[in-house]
């Protein structure tokens, strides 16, 4: 259909988990096998979300350490 408005990409807040049409890209999570994926927070999580760790660097660290 011509002059159809282009759908906006929502996607759910990492933080709050609600769904906002304005997501903010926080954090890109690599994987070994398969494609990635990306994180997104809401505008009004973005600023609050701390940087979100390498999943790889959580392996090496383990679970439970800081
Ligand atoms: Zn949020």
Redo the contacts with the bound molecule.
């Keep these: 259909m011509s002059g159809a408005a282009p759908r906006r990409p929502v996607r759910m807040?990492?933080?709050?988990?609600?769904i906002?049409d304005s997501p903010v890209l926080v954090s890109v999570v690599h994987q070994n096998s398969g494609p990635g994926w990306s994180v997104y927070?809401?505008?009004?999580?973005?600023p609050?979300l701390p940087p979100v760790p390498d999943v790889f660097e959580l392996w090496e660290r383990g679970p439970g350490e800081e």
């Excluded at 807040?13 to 609600?18: I, L, S, T």
């Design positions: 807040c990492v933080r709050c988990d609600r906002t927070a809401c505008p009004g999580c973005a609050c």
